[in-house]
């Protein structure tokens, strides 16, 4: 059984930065690509993040380039995002996300597996 564990989250004021983890279990880290997903109350989930199986590719949200990096361990069976720059409207429930797709995709339907996330709250 696949089993995603996030990790990392809590409250920042705004300007700050925080590391997220997400450390997977039960298959083969390297056969998945991964993504870094977010929601807000009231809002859908969007896409965030995401990197290929080798972490040779990643794609970025316009609205956080610049401020938030995807990268992995595939040693450590693990992905991170690093978020730096912080503002308000970044405040969300960060979850993670595993595919068996060859390269990133940003829908969330197109994921398999899911952690049970992590609250990212950002003041001003």
């Known amino acids: 059984q696949v089993q995603l564990v996030e990790s990392g989250g809590g409250l920042v004021q705004a300007g700050g930065s925080l590391r997220l983890s997400c450390a997977v279990s039960?298959?083969?880290?390297?056969?998945?690509?991964m993504g870094w997903f977010r929601q807000a109350p009231g809002n859908e989930r969007e896409f965030i993040a995401g990197?290929?199986?080798?972490?040779?590719?990643?794609e970025v949200k316009d609205s956080v380039k610049g401020r938030f990096t995807i990268s992995r361990d595939n040693a450590k069976n693990t992905v991170y995002l690093e978020m730096n720059s912080l503002k308000p409207e970044d405040t969300a429930v960060y979850y993670c996300?595993?595919?068996?797709?060859?390269?990133?995709?940003?829908?969330?339907?197109?994921?398999?597996?899911w952690g049970q996330g992590t609250q990212v709250t950002v003041s001003s």
């Open positions: 996300a595993a595919n068996t797709f060859p390269l990133v995709v940003r829908g969330p339907s197109s994921y398999d597996y």
């Open positions: 039960g298959r083969t880290f390297s056969l998945f690509a």
């Open positions: 990197i290929s199986r080798s972490g040779g590719v990643t």
